[in-house]
Each structure stands twice: as structure tokens, then as C-alpha cells.
């Protein structure tokens, strides 16, 4: 079952959106972030990922009252991430109301505590976030602020050998600028891992980018830009979730 999953960045409680993950190109979208839950809740999407900037910035989640918000206030299978790091902040994002963490500073900073955190919150609740450039495929941290020397292949290897069964993959170049998902990217990460439910983020542009991702076999989609710049409409995201 391919899912799209819809992505709400948070800076200072608002939704906002960035190009390639810099943080100098941040546009405010709108100060109500539930109102835009809402809305994708309204045409059958069931799941949110939700970021928060600040926390991933600062190295401690900040923004768990928009969580709480979301969570309390409509039925979204809410994804948070931004900043994740201890066994406190993995129980705070759940009893604010998220239903799945995704960590990627903490994994590559801290592999042991991460897979532990697989082991102890379960394979259904914790996941990987791999964020890369292509053009080294070293995984990027910190809201893709810092590089590390840490080759992408590798990172996922040594938590699929522990269990990992969701991975987010992103493509840092793409991201924010709608050029397109890395299907290259992507299908060496499927054959290498063929058990791993991946979820594509960044780059899509529009309908046909879900259908592509769903052939090759991927599990989600996640995506932004598209929907707020109106390259992707409601209607459109409706159509498409009701045909699959």
C-alpha cells in the first residue's frame, strides 16, 4: 500500500518553507498549522509528517505544542521529528500524541542509543531518516546544517541488520526546488534493501512523481513544496488517494 504523506515544517510554531534545506530561504506559509492538518485530514490523507526546525536546529524538539494540537485535534497517524536525541524526547513526542518518531542526528551521532530505541519503542515506531548529496552520499545532520563522513549505504546497513523497517530518504539538492524526485537514488536504496519500506522525500512535483515511486515499489512519498506553490492541488491529492 503506497502512502503520500503530506509535510508541515515548523519554525516558531509556523509552517513554513525552505529550498534545499537552507534556512536563509525560509517563507512563512501560514500561522496556523492545524488549519493546513485539517485540511489534508479532509480529503483522506492519514498521516503527517511533521518538523520541527527549531528542534533540529537547537538539538531538542521545541515545537511538541503543535504536536499536541495536530494529535488532539484531528485523526492524522502523526510523524514528528526535528531534534529527537534521548529516550525522554521519544516518550514526550508519544505522550504528545505523535504516533511515529523520525531520527537522524541521533542516529548518525549516536547508532547504539538509536538502535536500542528500535529495540525498546518497537520496529512499527522508530524511524530512519537518511539524508544525503548524492554527490558523496555522506549523510547530512542538524537539519542538513552539518555533514558528517558517514557513507549513506552504510548507515542504513547497520540498522537494517537491527531491525530498521522504515527508512526516509532524502535527496538534499531536490529538496524544496521541485526538480524532481532522485529515482536513481531510490532504486539503488530498493536493491540493496529490498525488505526496507522506503519513503521517498523531496523534489516531487506533482501526481505523476507518486506513480513513478509507486512502480518502483517504494512505500510513501513525502512531499511539500508542490502542494503550497499550488503545483498540486486538494482536488488533485483526493483523485489520486481514491484511485490507488
Known amino acids: 500500500m503506497f502512502e503520500i504523506i503530506p509535510s508541515i515544517w515548523l519554525i516558531n510554531g509556523k509552517c513554513v518553507r525552505l529550498k534545499r534545506g537552507d534556512f536563509a530561504t525560509e517563507e512563512v506559509i501560514s500561522s496556523n498549522p492545524l488549519e493546513i492538518a485539517q485540511a489534508f485530514e479532509g480529503i483522506g490523507i492519514k498521516r503527517l509528517h511533521l518538523v520541527d526546525l527549531d528542534g533540529a536546529r537547537r538539538g531538542e524538539p521545541k515545537n511538541y505544542h503543535i504536536l499536541e494540537a495536530i494529535s488532539g485535534y484531528t485523526d492524522l497517524k502523526v510523524d514528528f521529528t526535528g531534534g529527537v536525541s534521548t529516550d525522554g524526547d521519544v516518550i514526550k ?3 504528545f500524541g505523535a504516533k511515529t518518531v523520525t531520527i537522524a542526528s541521533a542516529a548518525a551521532n549516536y547508532p547504539e542509543r538509536f538502535a536500542q530505541f528500535i529495540l525498546s519503542y518497537g520496529r512499527e515506531k522508530i524511524n530512519l531518516a537518511a539524508d544525503t548529496n548524492p554527490s558523496d552520499h555522506k549523510i547530512k545532520i542538524r537539519g542538513w546544517l552539518k555533514k558528517t563522513e558517514i557513507d549513506l549505504f552504510d548507515h542504513i546497513e547497520f540498522f537494517y541488520e537491527r531491525g530498521l523497517k522504515y527508512l526516509k530518504c532524502s535527496d538534499v ?7 524532481g524526485p532522485n529515482f536513481a537514488l531510490y532504486q539503488e536504496v530498493r536493491d540493496r534493501f529490498p525488505s526496507i ?4 522525500s523531496g523534489g516531487v512535483r506533482g ?3 507518486f506513480k513513478r515511486l509507486r512502480e518502483m515499489g517504494l512505500h510513501a512519498a513525502v512531499f511539500g513544496r508542490a502542494y503550497y506553490e499550488g503545483k498540486i492541488s486538494l482536488h488533485d491529492l483526493e483523485k489520486f488517494i481514491n484511485n490507488a
Open 93 to 95: 513526542c508519544f505522550e
Open 173 to 179: 539538492t531536490r529538496d524544496g526546488v521541485m526538480e
Open 197 to 200: 519500506s522506503l519513503a521517498a
Open 207 to 209: 501526481i505523476d512523481d
